[in-house]
């Protein structure tokens, strides 16, 4: 897994920084499917081309 490395000055900046990686990951994970989201494949009746 890749990392990155941000330097701050103050608690504030850390914050910042911390609370902008929270929305990311937050934005990936709403973004991403899940098993139970994911379209199922309709079967179409025989004889039908």
């Known amino acids: 897994m890749p990392t990155i490395r941000f330097q701050y000055d103050t608690d504030a900046e850390r914050l910042e920084l911390e609370r902008a990686a ?28």
């Open 22 to 49: 929270a929305y990311v990951t937050e934005m990936r994970q709403l973004g991403r499917p899940t098993a139970s989201s994911r379209a199922k494949p309709v079967a179409s009746p025989r004889g039908s081309a």
